[in-house]
């Protein structure tokens, strides 16, 4: 796991291509299995290869792909965030009654729920670094915290009447290709940058390899820390934003259990929960086999049931072939 | 205020013998001919664990059977799972199904999904809980606010002695059943000017635990409280254990009858529960689909039926037909 771990060979033609060698190792399982899951769908339904279904794909990977790009850097910490999905429900409100409601300027709106889960991520920062609470706990608890903020909000009704600019951030397309998938390609890309080649990436990494040794180089742990989970509930508030733009609708009940799934793409794409390692490609590719093979199930007419089998043996068998891989080097 | 009041309840009374002359029954749907192509249908409820579904389910089993339609399955494991119902109906498009059977989770969020199936000429039956407009090519349902407020009117004069204090625990406010419930239930207790609401409506979020919770808190903070109404399955069952578990006098009235239900309502514990018809939905909701594959008119609204069921009426027959549409194997 070179590529991903803080410390890096100095870089060199060959090194560079030992590294995409490895890159690619790494992946291998996630990129396999949605070549073969894509093989067996498109067999069992000429239609699964269609735009048609690719532009729903788009759509519908797009949510759990942002929750997964936040959850790789905090995953990566050695942490965990648990409250992703109330604080996509608590930034959905947010955003849809200040729209709806107080009709303001759909920027504006939009700014102000990614400030919300910027606060909603920095309690939580703070809590861990400062009040040392662990973070399942802290996310944990905020997921309590925004869960019951976003039911008190409106009572528990659910907001509607939104203006076709706002859900244009679903439906709208360009190139070919959705709004809100677009939204999450950039993101994700602009992380894979941040995480791979600048200093806060390798900062990020060092202290899931081992918080002490980076306290000790010099890192500022907690100030970090504070960054990651306030960006991480940025990501989740976007994930909020354009939840309610597929949906067309705002409910203090949106988003129940996605970190579950965020949790889920992550180690599949193989990030470990000990930390120190994750790629943005990975977890990426962690959320487009889900969707993939939900959205595959669906149209080969396999139950529902089952589908949920399936993807509970991919999240193990993904981490059983990564330690595999390991061993064996 | 009260002038105002009445005026209001005139117009929602008006409105409902409306919509009561412009639904049709089941027994007006045109038996369709066994189709010569192979069909497939897509069924697609609210969640996918929930009995209430199941047996909507197997009655569009029973006649895709009989039909020779090849009926798919889908739904999301949770019931306010959004996303994952609008994507699901996307999907059921692009899958290129025959038919769409749809319960929606909110009438708004899925008319769009269901807007593109139509324009795919895939028709569209909205089973329980229909969109708004009724977008759909036909709508079976009970009428909700006509059997709760028919529950209310029951449960005012045999339970309540027409005076004192009701609560009420709903399962969601999203779905159009979970807004009309609460409100039939009130306009038939409307009419008795002694009997009053304690409270705000709470919601369970279709979890049983939740409701069990909601119901002792209430059994505490109102201690004159004469009766809970659970709106649905697991609303209902909610109170019906708390005053299992407490002793207490409070009456529990409801909808539905999963198996929980029936065992409280002969042990006396639910005094009343509207039985819907899950089973009939189902299987007229694949005729009507059907009807409409072959250029045969439907019904846009169609009223199916419902039953009350109370401990004295438990032993019918006309009480076992009514169970027997969430259980199909159910015997007295």
């Known amino acids: 796991m070179n590529d991903s771990s803080a410390v890096r060979p100095a870089s060199s033609p060959k090194g560079a291509q030992l590294n995409l060698l490895r890159y690619l190792r790494q992946l291998g399982f996630a990129l396999i299995s949605i070549i073969v899951l894509v093989v067996i769908f498109s067999l069992l339904n000429g239609r699964f290869f269609s735009y048609a279904n690719w532009y729903h794909i788009a759509q519908q990977v797009s949510m759990i792909a942002l929750l997964a790009v936040g959850q790789t850097f905090v995953v990566a910490t050695a942490g965990i965030d648990i409250s992703q999905g109330s604080v996509l429900a608590l930034t959905a409100m947010t955003c849809a009654i200040l729209i709806v409601t107080f009709h303001w300027p759909v920027l504006l709106a939009i700014l102000a729920a990614l400030l919300v889960g910027a606060a909603a991520g920095w309690l939580v920062g703070f809590s861990i670094v400062r009040l040392n609470v662990p973070p399942f706990i802290a996310t944990l608890g905020m997921l309590a915290i925004a869960l019951g903020l976003a039911l008190l909000s409106t009572d528990g009704t659910p907001i509607f009447g939104l203006p076709q600019s706002f859900l244009n951030i679903s439906e709208g397309r360009f190139l070919g290709i959705p709004h809100m998938a677009w939204i999450a390609l950039v993101v994700a890309v602009i992380a894979a940058f941040v995480l791979n080649k600048t200093r806060f990436g390798r900062y990020t990494l060092a202290i899931g390899s081992n918080a002490e040794s980076a306290r000790r180089v010099g890192i500022n742990v907690s100030a970090h820390l504070l960054w990651i989970y306030s960006l991480a509930g940025v990501v989740s508030a976007l994930t909020g934003v354009v939840y309610v733009a597929y949906t067309s609708a705002a409910q203090p009940t949106a988003g129940n259990n996605y970190e579950l799934y965020s949790i889920a793409a992550v180690v599949i794409g193989g990030g470990s929960l000990f930390g120190g390692v994750g790629t943005i490609l990975g977890s990426f590719l962690g959320a487009l086999l889900m969707t993939v093979l939900k959205n595959g199930t669906q149209l080969a007419g396999i139950s529902p049931y089952v589908e949920e089998v399936i993807l509970g043996v991919v999240v193990i068998g993904a981490v059983y072939i990564d330690n595999l891989r390991r061993r064996l080097r | ?332």
């Open chain 2, 1 to 332: 205020m009260s002038k105002q009041m009445s005026l209001a309840a005139l117009l929602t009374a008006l409105l409902s013998m409306a919509l009561a002359q412009s639904a049709a029954t089941v027994q007006q749907i045109p038996v369709p001919r066994k189709p010569s192509k192979p069909y497939t249908f897509e069924l697609i409820t609210k969640s996918n664990a929930s009995p209430y579904w199941l047996a909507v389910k197997e009655g569009a089993d029973a006649a895709a059977a009989k039909f020779g339609v090849k009926l798919q399955f889908e739904a999301p494991a949770s019931g306010t799972d959004l996303a994952a119902q609008i994507a699901m109906v996307n999907n059921a498009v692009t899958a290129g199904v025959t038919a769409i059977i749809l319960a929606a989770q909110n009438p708004q969020a899925l008319l769009n999904p269901v807007r593109s199936a139509l324009a795919a000429h895939i028709p569209v039956i909205t089973v329980d809980s229909g969109l708004s407009p009724n977008i759909a090519d036909s709508f079976l349902a009970t009428s909700n606010v006509g059997a709760a407020a028919d529950l209310a009117r029951y449960a005012a004069t045999h339970l309540m002695g027409k005076s004192g204090q009701y609560a009420i625990i709903d399962f969601n406010h999203t779905s159009s059943t979970g807004i009309a419930r609460p409100k039939g239930f009130e306009l038939g207790m409307k009419s008795f000017s002694y009997i009053t609401r304690d409270g705000p409506v709470l919601y369970s979020n279709n979890s049983i635990s939740k409701s069990i919770a909601l119901a002792n808190n209430l059994l505490t903070e109102y201690p004159h409280l004469k009766l809970i109404y659970g709106a649905n399955d697991r609303a209902a069952l909610g109170p019906a254990e708390a005053v299992a578990r407490s002793g207490s006098k409070v009456e529990v009235v409801g909808f539905d009858a999963d198996l929980g239900e029936i065992k409280y309502v002969k042990s006396g514990v639910i005094k009343a529960s509207i039985l819907q018809s899950p089973y009939d939905m189902g299987y007229y909701a694949v005729l009507e689909a059907l009807d409409v594959l072959q250029g045969t008119k439907v019904p846009k609204r169609i009223d199916t039926p419902y039953f009350l069921l109370t401990p004295s009426n438990l032993s019918t027959n006309a009480a076992t037909k009514a169970i027997q549409q969430y259980a199909p194997s159910y015997k007295p």
